[in-house]
């Protein structure tokens, strides 16, 4: 007769295991003897081995006992299941584990590959990894409210890349991004002057039009709300912005007359 602690050693599991399954009604529980321990025999060790094995199969507990007690056409029934749901769960980490590698590469973050090469343009014209970092996650919003017009901003956004205004306003915004300067850095002058050039210019080209999206005010907002609780800078150069006569973010729109 053995003890608990025999008894797990025996089938290679651990005493709280034992107790476990004791709890749960998968392994019958002996009677104490007279000196107050419970003793195990021959066929507990039999039944545990089979619970050991089934469960490092990846049967679920819940499913033991009914196995234990089937015959051999349910039990083969019973495995096929189970290894069937296996099947889908090794798929799942299948894909999990793809998601955890392209999270090594920052940009793949919930974003389709023509952003990421729009990012990787960037990097090009000079753009910082802290610009390119902000407007990866200007992206990820964008994809999120406008997942089927992302290949028409992106489109219309590399055509913009070749404009050396657009590309000294990058640069610009990755000066003062990893200098923090503060409020009151004049380069904020500079990139106002050029973010209203830029208005002026798409105004007078006719577009400043971003079709259906435009009307989308609840997106427009979550867009506009980003880079403000990103980065303080912002509030001062919407200012600027407005004293040049323009007003918003994602959605410039002209005023009648720029602010005093």
Not at 9 to 33: M, S
Not at 66 to 81: I, N, P
Not at 189 to 206: F, K, N, R, T
Request: with cysteine.
């Amino acid at each position: 007769m053995l003890t608990i602690g025999q008894l797990a050693t025996y089938a290679g599991v651990t005493v709280r295991a034992v107790r476990h399954y004791h709890q749960i009604g998968l392994l019958p529980e002996p009677a104490r003897d007279a000196s107050g321990y419970r003793r195990y025999g021959a066929m507990a060790v039999v039944s545990l081995v089979k619970i050991r094995t089934l469960a490092n199969a990846g049967v679920p507990l819940s499913q033991i006992r009914q196995m234990l007690k089937a015959d051999a056409s349910t039990f083969a029934d019973a495995v096929e299941r189970i290894d069937s749901h296996l099947r889908d769960e090794i798929e799942r980490l299948e894909t999990s584990r793809k998601q955890i590698a392209q999270l090594s590469a920052g940009d793949s973050l919930a974003l389709p590959s023509e952003v990421i090469s729009y990012l990787d343009r960037l990097r090009e014209v000079g753009a910082s990894e802290q610009m390119v970092e902000a407007e990866r996650d200007g992206w990820i919003l964008v994809a999120a409210c406008w997942p089927d017009h992302i290949r028409e901003v992106i489109s219309w956004k590399l055509a913009q890349l070749d404009d050396p205004q657009l590309v000294r306003l990058y640069r610009l915004l990755s000066e003062i991004l990893e200098s923090d300067p503060g409020l009151d850095d004049p380069r904020l002058e500079e990139v106002a002057d050029v973010m209203a050039g830029l208005a002026e210019q798409a105004y007078a080209a006719g577009e400043v039009d971003l079709g259906d999206v435009a009307h989308d005010d609840l997106a427009i907002g979550l867009l506009d709300a980003l880079p403000v609780e990103s980065n303080p800078g912002v509030e001062r150069l919407l200012e600027l912005l407005r004293q040049r006569g323009w007003a918003g973010w994602t959605r410039l729109e002209r005023l009648t007359e720029p602010a005093e």
